[in-house]
Structures are given as C-alpha cells and as structure tokens.
C-alpha cells in the first residue's frame, strides 16, 4: 500500500546534538512537507518541498534543516540551534492538483524528546 | 494571511448524541477547507474536504460539513457519535487550486473530543 513512512517514532536527545527525522514516501508525490505540533498550538510549517532539490522555509524554520535529494525522501534535521526541540513532528506529502491527490497525506509522526 | 480559529478547545458529548465541531477562517479569496481527524500519537487522517461546488460536503465515518462563505465558517456535524469518535479534529484552510502543489495549509488548534458512554 502507498504511504508515508516516518522513523524513528520516538527519539530521545541529548541537548546540543542534531537529530534527523526520516520521512519516505511511495505516492509519487512532488510536494513534501514538515510540520509541528505542540500541545494547543495546531500545526505549525517548518518547511516544505515543491520539486527535488528545492525547499522553501515555513514559518518557524528556524533551527531546522531540510534536504530533497530524492522524490520520495524529505529528512528533517533538528539542529543544536533549535532552542525548544521537544515535539511532535509530522511529515506530510501532497500530489499535483490534477492528479486528484491535492490534499495533504500525513506519516505517523515522530516524537523527539530533549533530555 | 490566511487563519483558522477553533474556538472550542474541549468538548464533551454523550454517544448517540449529535455533534457540531466550530471552525471559523480568514482567507481573501476562494479558499480550500479541510476537516482531519488524529488520534492520540497518530498522524492526520482527512475526513472530508470542500473545493468548490456543493456547500454541504460529506466525507468519511459519517461526518458532513458546511461552507458559509457569509459566515467565514466551515462547521463539522455528526448526527450521532460513536465512542470510536473520540480523537481530535483539525480545520484546515489553503490557497486555491490554481497555485497547485504549492499551496499551503493552515491548521487551527484542534479541538478535543471526548465521548461518555
């Protein structure tokens, strides 16, 4: 079945290390995204992806880094600069609009927890 | 910019009653509308999803929801909840179609169901 993979599902840190959340997607996607969630506050974009090696920053990207190498990957990397790191982190692919895929398809989640 | 307020952060309701989950927008144009639904340390799942066309959509599990563009609202409803209901639900609104894959969602807070048996 497609879907979106996100590993791992619970991660633990220590603070000043970086940390990179996978997300793999097989929906043959263009658009991929980062969101995080906090108790509260909804969803908030970290960054998102159009096409392969391109990203464009969300509205708290700051602290995180992205790449897009391959179609079907988006890691996420959660740097020592990120000053409260400890969240739920959601992945989230999307197809073209004439694909009848435009709405967002989300991955499990993955918890990081800074010790 | 584009908004979404979920003015009720906690609901409690009975199974077999009837549910309206609250979902208000601002957005300047004609705007995509999304109802998710997460159970806890879950991802997102869609339950229904408004572009244009008929106001009254219907989706998964039961649910419908209205468009009032007088309003700015986008109401969820369930005639009768089921204790399995019991999760929380997002309202969503983005850009419209003709910015294709690059359009953005913007969530609410999310609103808490709880159901009593």
């Known amino acids: 079945d497609g879907g979106i993979t996100q590993s791992p599902k619970y991660l633990f840190r220590k603070e000043g290390q970086n940390v990179t959340l996978s997300c793999e997607q097989n929906?043959?996607?263009?658009?991929m995204y980062w969101y995080r969630q906090d108790p509260g506050q909804g969803l908030r974009l970290i960054y998102y992806s159009q096409i392969v090696n391109d990203f464009q920053k969300g509205d708290i990207a700051e602290g995180y880094s992205v790449s897009r190498e391959k179609k079907e990957s988006f890691p996420l990397t959660v740097t020592s600069a990120q000053k409260n790191p400890t969240a739920f982190y959601l992945c989230a692919s999307k197809g073209a609009w004439d694909s009848g895929a435009n709405v967002l398809t989300f991955g499990a989640g993955s918890r990081l927890t800074v010790l | 910019a584009q908004s979404v307020t979920q003015p009720d952060i906690h609901i409690t309701v009975s199974e077999g009653a009837s549910l309206e989950l609250r979902c208000n927008y601002s957005?300047?144009?004609?705007?995509?509308l999304f109802w998710y639904v997460q159970s806890p340390g879950q991802g997102l799942q869609l339950l229904l999803k408004?572009?244009?066309?008929?106001?009254l959509v219907q989706g998964i599990k039961g649910f419908e929801a209205e468009f009032k563009r007088s309003q700015s609202s986008f109401n969820l409803r369930k005639p009768s909840v089921h204790w399995s209901d019991a999760a929380e639900y997002f309202c969503a609104v983005g850009a419209s179609r003709n910015t294709g894959t690059a359009s953005k969602l913007t969530f609410g807070t999310g609103t808490r169901l709880q159901v009593t048996l």
């Open positions: 957005y300047g144009a004609t705007p995509y």
């Open positions: 929906l043959n996607h263009d658009a």
């Open positions: 408004y572009f244009s066309g008929d106001t």
